[in-house]
């Protein structure tokens, strides 16, 4: 049993795979917390749908270059998103959310892929993940420590009553938008 751990754990694809999700399992809470308390917890959900429609116009046009194409829908998505504030914030992912899933259909489709294609985008596999994704992984997760622990009485007071917030001076909006 023993040698049968050490085998596995000797892999550099299981060492990548268990060093990804190290780093995005100590990270990830310190923002769903708020995203949970704000009403969104399926952001990453929909903003992987959203990323989608950015990796099927990436095949599309022929410039499929890693993630490139699903960051330029992605981060316009999360804006849009925390934008729509004034709907409760369930709905404005959802609108987004199946219009993401609609435009990377539509898209693939035109690109003549199919979608199962598009599924193994969605979804992904930790086992592929590269020394390169770890480098990144570990960059975003330390900008997610220091930002969730340095800003969490400004993003606690936002999350918990923004008229309050808005009211002692802080930039409501911007943390939102953070």
Known sequence: MID?????????????S?????????????IGTYLVHRRLAMLGDGIGHISLTGVALGWLVGTFANVSPADSW???????????????????????????????????????????QLNSYLFGSISTVRWSDITLITILGIGIVVLGVGLAPALFSVTNDEDFARSTGLPVRALSLL
């Not at 369930?90 to 435009?103: C, E, Q």
């Open 4 to 16: 049968a751990v050490t085998t596995l754990l000797s892999s550099q694809m299981m060492q990548r």
């Open 18 to 30: 268990l060093l990804a999700a190290l780093i995005v399992g100590l990270t990830a809470p310190i």
């Open 74 to 116: 992605a981060i316009p998505g999360a804006v849009i998103i925390s934008l729509l504030g004034a709907l409760t914030g369930d709905t404005a992912l959802a609108m987004l959310f199946y219009g993401g899933i609609a435009g990377g259909v539509l898209l693939i489709g035109l690109a003549g892929g199919t979608s199962a």
